[in-house]
């Protein structure tokens, strides 16, 4: 099992940044995949980003040159630093990470405002 802490989120202007951070209970180079997901209302949950074990790093088309995913392996840490933010990326941010074998894991959230 894993747990997830994130943290970071908030209010921003439109144009402006933001740094999330997601602190899991466990070595996160035991973890196959970590990601960032993101749901606003109304609509469906979708993937931001993802890294591999190995380091592959995958993007969502609508975040490419904007976001970008990094670990720390040392804190066991993953962030997602969001720049040129978009009241489009107004969402809840979700970490998770999958162990394999159907085995995903959420954390709580974190609320993202964009605003215009």
């Known amino acids: 099992q894993v747990q997830l802490v994130e943290s970071g989120g908030g209010l921003v202007q439109s144009g402006g940044s933001l740094r999330l951070s997601c602190a899991t209970s466990?070595?996160?180079?035991?973890?196959?995949?970590m990601g960032w997901y993101r749901q606003a209302p109304g609509k469906e949950r979708e993937l931001v980003a993802r890294?591999?074990?190995?380091?592959?790093?995958n993007y969502a088309d609508f975040v490419k040159g904007r976001f970008t995913l990094s670990r720390d392996n040392t804190k066991n840490t993953v962030f997602l630093q969001m720049n040129s933010l978009k009241p489009d990326d107004t969402a809840v941010y979700y970490c998770?990470?999958?162990?394999?074998?159907?085995?995903?894991?959420w954390g709580q959230g974190t609320q993202v405002t964009v605003s215009s």
């Open positions: 998770t990470a999958y162990l394999g074998r159907g085995s995903d894991y």
């Open positions: 466990r070595s996160i180079l035991s973890i196959n995949v």
């Open positions: 890294i591999f074990s190995g380091g592959l790093i």
